[in-house]
């Protein structure tokens, strides 16, 4: 098993958000997560990433048989976890190359290996670019840097591709994509979906899930996961809404 | 009461006239004893046997000096500087030599190291005798017979008055006049050595100049003074200071840089001053009290200032341009770090008196620990400076909440033509970008390292190449340990 969550309690100042959450991801799956807003996903993307000010209570995140949750961010990130986020965040002055570059040899330092040579580099990044068909334009301008909507997302993706996670979580990395660039940011996934890796998507929308097959599907609802099933629910969800689950879950 | 006063002065007379007893004329000594009169002027002057006039200069600037005040402006805080607790003259130190890199202080070669120093350049900084490999004597001479074929003089400013005393004659405080202000009243008193550079008429000189390059660059001291002068249609790019962290016994350093361009010269001067900080309570740091200048004098000039200061515990600094010939250009690129107890008052001055006169300042501060930052800036516009423009940009990034950033800007226009823009913003290194960064695997440091060189790279894009480089490590470096 590559991730395996257990009863994973979390607080964002003193507010309790996530209220016992189980997940297990096997290598090879990919789950997706829905649920109503503010239901607790990208907390859940947040806890599994470490990010600060999210007070794991109590519960376990097993990664590659270890409890994660005392590593520093960076530490998680070199481990394989990879996180696309939802409002993906501007860096003045810093191109995505120099910013790819940084991450790369970050990564080969925490695994004890010399810098990426220049020449296999750039060869890698034309190689991922064109993966999710984004320009020179865009890669030599600074991190998300009046980015559209769907570049933003797409330059995740390209993130991601040039990073080659183990785990990675995308969050809402549908919203705001036109067909065309949601069948780029599926196309960049399944092309990078192996037996060595997998993927939690957090969606509101089933349309994704045609392109990006699941394994799985989840439903959360305040704070845990109420409803699991296959493929087929995300299309019970999308004709009937939310309310049935909220049902589900009181009469649990 | 009156018995108090009196007590006083006589307390005063004794602690004051210490020196005029204990003075020693002898010009065979090789230091000046402690304090400032005019026989300590006389005496700096004598061993650097210099002409009657330039005594005659120094002797008016320390006349000058002692009917003014120490400026309190800036907003800087200090405790009161003895001026007669100093040392003004000392002759150059042969440096100790070490046999190897195992004596040196191994934090200063870590600094070294992550900088990307050779370890050949680490040797000549640190005073480690270098073996054949780089026979630095030999490349400066071949760097000297190349500025001679262009009748480029770039030399010691001692040098200057022996060898070119009719140019130093001519152009020394012409730009800062040592009214000026208190320090560079001080530094023209005192000055005990530096730079001076002369190109002739229509050169462009081919080579970066840097003092590193100057045959006799060993200690200039704490009183540096530097003159730079651009004839006709003549450029010049000049680097002052090192990334490698420097360090000094004299705690108070009080340069001049004067530069002139005549019609259609161009100047540029980057800096990169990295004096020790002192410790992280600020204890031992240096005060750097700086007059720098140009005079755009010649129509078509252009002088642009570049500078990161990152060092002193106290930087009182504000590289200015007087734009007098039509047409011409100023420039102030500047990023200042102050992190700890570091103190920072630094900005420019530009002053548009030649028709169509342009100017633009681009000023990034960077503050962490619980230093202070400010910018302070002026942009004066003439009558007759018609369609000048000024654009300046102030930008203040702080890392934590017990530091401080502080902008100055002041504006005055008396030229209906002329434009002068200005644009301030103060931000923080966001949480969010901070998460992001690591969430791609960069550590905390990196991280901020990563997002500060970004905030600045307009600036360090001014640089000279290898400058950048070795810059944009040094802000990294400069601001470890100031988020945890
Ligand atoms: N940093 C924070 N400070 C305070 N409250 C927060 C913070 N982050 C999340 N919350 C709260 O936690 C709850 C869960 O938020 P979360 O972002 O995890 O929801 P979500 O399921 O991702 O929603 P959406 O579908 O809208 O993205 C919300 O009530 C939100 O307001
Ligand atoms: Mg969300």
């Known amino acids: 098993m590559l991730l395996n969550i257990k009863d994973l309690h979390v607080s964002i100042h003193g507010k309790e958000i996530l209220k016992g959450f189980n997940l297990s991801v096997n290598y090879g799956e990919v789950h997706a997560i829905m649920g109503p807003n503010g239901t607790g996903k990208s907390t859940l993307a947040a806890a599994i990433t470490g990010r600060e000010g999210y007070e794991i209570t109590s519960g376990e995140i097993i990664y590659k048989g270890k409890n994660i949750i005392d590593l520093a961010p960076d530490v998680r990130a070199n481990e394989g976890i990879f996180l696309s986020f939802q409002y993906p965040v501007e860096i003045p002055g810093v191109s995505i190359t120099n910013f790819m570059r940084t991450a790369l040899n970050a990564k080969r330092e925490f695994m004890g290996e010399a810098p990426i040579p220049a020449g296999e580099f750039l060869k890698r990044m034309e190689e991922k670019k064109k993966l999710v068909d984004i320009q020179s334009k865009l890669t030599n301008r600074s991190v998300n840097e009046g980015f559209s909507g769907g570049e933003k997302k797409k330059n995740e993706i390209f993130q991601m591709a040039m990073l080659e996670p183990t785990f990675a979580v995308l969050d809402e990395t549908d919203s705001g994509l036109d067909i065309d660039a949601l069948k780029?940011?599926?196309?960049?996934?399944?092309?990078?979906?192996?037996?060595?890796?997998?993927?939690?998507?957090?969606?509101?929308?089933?349309?994704?899930?045609?392109?990006?097959?699941p394994d799985f599907v989840h439903v959360m609802y305040d704070g845990r996961i109420v409803k699991s099933g296959g493929k087929g629910l995300a299309l019970e969800l999308e004709e009937k809404g939310y309310d049935w689950i909220k049902d589900y879950d009181v009469n649990r | 009461m009156k018995e108090e006063k009196e007590n006083e002065n006589i307390l005063e007379e004794v602690t004051s006239s210490e020196y005029k007893y204990g003075?020693?004329?002898?010009?065979?000594?090789?230091?000046?004893?402690m304090g400032l009169t005019e026989d300590t002027v006389k005496f700096i002057s004598k061993k650097k046997n210099e002409p009657e006039w330039l005594l005659e200069y120094r002797l008016k600037a320390y006349r000058y000096w002692l009917t003014i005040e120490e400026p309190d402006w800036a907003l800087l805080n200090h405790p009161p500087i003895n001026y007669q607790d100093i040392i003004y003259y000392a002759a150059p130190k042969q440096k100790e030599v070490k046999e190897s890199l195992d004596e040196v202080d191994p934090e200063l070669l870590d600094t070294f190291n992550k900088l990307g120093i050779s370890l050949d350049e680490q040797k000549m900084l640190t005073g480690v005798a270098v073996d054949a490999v780089i026979d630095s004597v030999s490349v400066k001479t071949t760097f000297q017979d190349t500025l001679a074929k262009h009748g480029i003089i770039f030399c010691s400013f001692s040098e200057a008055v022996q060898n070119h005393p009719e140019l130093v004659k001519k152009y020394l405080g012409t730009v800062v006049p040592h009214t000026d202000n208190f320090f560079a009243a001080l530094n023209s008193a005192v000055f005990s050595d530096g730079s001076f550079c002369y190109i002739p008429k229509g050169v462009r000189c081919p080579i970066e100049l840097s003092t590193y390059f100057r045959i006799n660059a060993a200690n200039t001291g704490q009183f540096e003074r530097t003159l730079l002068v651009a004839d006709e249609g003549s450029y010049v790019s000049y680097l002052e200071g090192c990334t490698a962290p420097q360090r000094d016994e004299n705690q108070l350093h009080a340069a001049i840089v004067e530069i002139i361009t005549f019609d259609d010269a161009e100047v540029k001067y980057s800096t990169v001053q990295n004096w020790y900080p002192g410790d992280k309570n600020g204890v031992g740091g240096i005060y750097n009290f700086v007059t720098k200048r140009g005079l755009c004098k010649g129509k078509n000039s252009k002088i642009s200032w570049t500078q990161v200061e990152t060092g002193s515990a106290i930087t009182w600094k504000y590289p200015?341009?007087?734009l007098l010939g039509d047409n011409s250009i100023g420039e102030f690129y500047s990023v200042a770090v102050t992190n700890n107890m570091q103190q920072a008052d630094t900005g420019t001055k530009m002053i548009h008196i030649g028709k169509n006169t342009k100017s633009t300042i681009i000023s990034k501060g960077i503050s962490a620990g619980k230093s202070n930052n400010s910018y302070r800036g002026l942009v004066r516009v003439s009558k007759k400076a018609d369609n000048a423009r000024n654009f300046s940009q102030c930008d203040s990034l702080l890392l934590g909440d017990k530091c401080g950033a502080h902008t100055f800007p002041y504006i005055k226009n008396n030229n209906r033509s002329s434009v002068v823009e200005h644009e301030a913003t103060t931000s923080k290194i966001s949480e969010d970008q901070l998460f992001y960064c690591q969430q791609r695997g960069i550590d905390t440091e990196k991280s901020i390292g990563l997002i500060v060189n970004g905030y600045a790279k307009e600036v360090l894009n001014k640089l000279p190449m290898e400058f950048a480089v070795e810059a944009q490590k040094l802000l990294a470096i400069t601001l470890e340990g100031s988020v945890g």
């Open chain 1, 184 to 213: 780029v940011v599926a196309n960049g996934v399944n092309a990078l979906r192996s037996e060595d890796n997998a993927f939690v998507v957090i969606t509101h929308y089933q349309r994704l899930l045609d392109y990006i097959v």
């Open chain 2, 320 to 322: 200015s341009c007087t």
């Open chain 2, 23 to 33: 003075f020693v004329t002898d010009i065979e000594t090789e230091t000046a004893p």
